[in-house]
């Protein structure tokens, strides 16, 4: 089985009332731990990439690199996507590579080239069962650490988010309701009356953004109020920095694969953690 267009994942988790969690996975390593974890517990997942993570490969090789790893996990249900696609050339770049979704990030730019640059997206992607994912309002960072998101956030509005998926053609659409990219200073604070309201306005699955650190309650009750996918970035990131940092610390494993492989199941548990947490365990199939 090849990858699966992300849409008809989130659908499925719209109408049952569950999420995709959707995993950063910048390498073979972490696409194959992914995948390896969604295998065991029969979950749907989702492998990202954008621009912060195409300089270590290209989109092409990086397309390449995911299916051959896919291929090794035939039970696994999984969505490759561009996340956080900063030009229509990369998005097309994507589509060309195989990516089975889209993102096309024009969130910080006026409505109008917003939705025309989405509404350009959906008529490349469409003819090619490619699922869509825009922006709107933004979505800002939590940190200094991040390299998604711009500075500050601005919230989605409700009567602009049914203008603009109507206008857009966009299956699912990401949201920003007090998520920030990168680690909260301090509790994170949803607005769950906007979500509603944006769930009645768009009718489309939600996408919520810088999952990190927000807790399992308040996702669950996201999830019950239309988000449908969940991102996950940098817990992965600092997860694996903290412990290739701690063992080169105390002298081990200073040959680079076996610290990478060392790490490795603290990131599964990562995996499975959020898994459970967006209620996708056993609804692969």
Known sequence: MGFIPMGALMERAYQKGYAIPAFCAWNAEVMAATLRVAE???APVILMQGPGEFPVLEPGTMASVARAVLGRYT?????????HGDSLELVRTCL?????????DFSTRSFEENTEGLAKVVELARPLSVTVEGELGHVGKADTVSMEGPGASSFTDPALAQRFVEATGVEVLAVSIGNKHGFYQGEPKLDFGLLAELRDAARV???LHGGTGIPPADVERAVSLGIAKVNVASELVHGLRSSLSSQWAAGRNLWTPGAIAEAMPSLEATMEKWIRITGAVGKAH
Request: glycine share 4%.
């Open 40 to 42: 065991r517990l029969e």
């Open 75 to 83: 039970e696994a249900t999984a969505a490759l996507h561009l996340d």
């Open 96 to 104: 060309d590579s195989g990516y089975s979704s889209v993102m096309l």
């Open 205 to 207: 699955p939600l996408v």
